[in-house]
């Protein structure tokens, strides 16, 4: 029998009845799936959300390594903490952050997400991604009704988000090529929760939220995925201004008096790159940087 979770929308009065043109009707049930009962069991276990949730973005056996990342990101997540992770690139850590912020945002682990990449175009792609996700994926959508079906609702047309009434009262959907928030929907502990994207040179001091009752909110996560490039890597300048970034701009996301919670892969491309900096523990000790080998055996 499919999950109902207390977060699951109902039918009722709401949909168009309610809001007219630009109403939405109520969701679908929760899919009939083994996703479906396994809701509770993933919102606190980030390897299973994966496996269970995104089954086409990982299908190959997981690495010693990929289950190191997985328990830094669980543990950031849910419990704080600075993590930083060499991972070779194409070992599947951009899916990984990505997927991160999905899974701390419709459990409501956390509120407000910033996810930096080495450029803006970088963050763009990862946003997209996630966009991509909430849109599509019928596994998804099936177990989260209460943040897929509102998106979806809009079929493309992201003009109407402004607009998007469910039963009377507004979705506030936020969808732009920077920022997603998620749908206010009552009972959804992933209401009005907010990814925002950067690159690393960009526009990330400062950065901050006013929710629809009048809060402003900073980020309390921050995943950084590959925060340089190959040319970034060859210049010594390049590497000591994002360093500098790292250590004060991104530490201080969370506002002040307050610690940011974060996870960041990197990928060494040469000795005394960015990468090998924050990686050693004299240079960065908040960051517990942690190595791992392209092959370690053949």
Partial sequence: MALRGRNH?????GGKAAGGARGIAPTPALARSRCSQGREKAARDFRYFCEAYFPRTFHLKWSNDHLKVIAKIEQAVLEGGL????????????????????????????????????????AARMLDSIKAELENSEILGGDFPEVCHPIRSL??????????????KQTHIGWTAREIVLPTIAGSVASGAIIRVAGITGRIRGMKHKRVDGVSVRPSLVL?????????????????????????????????????????TLTVVRPDDLADRILDRDKHPQWQGERTKMVYSF
């Fill in 155 to 168: 079929e493309g047309i992201h003009q109407r988000a402004s607009g998007q009434l469910f039963q009377g």
């Fill in 83 to 122: 993590f930083a992770m060499a991972m070779p690139r194409g070992s599947g850590k951009t899916s990984l952050c990505e997927i991160a912020c999905l899974w701390a945002l419709v459990y409501g682990h956390r509120e407000f997400v910033a996810l930096v990449g080495s450029d803006e175009e970088h």
């Fill in 9 to 13: 929308i109902s039918g009722g009065k």
């Fill in 224 to 264: 950084i995925d590959d925060p340089q490039t190959d040319e970034s890597a060859r210049s010594p300048s390049q590497c000591a201004n994002r360093e500098r970034i790292l250590a004060g701009a991104i530490l201080g996301l969370a506002g002040p008096g307050r610690k940011i919670a974060g996870l960041m």
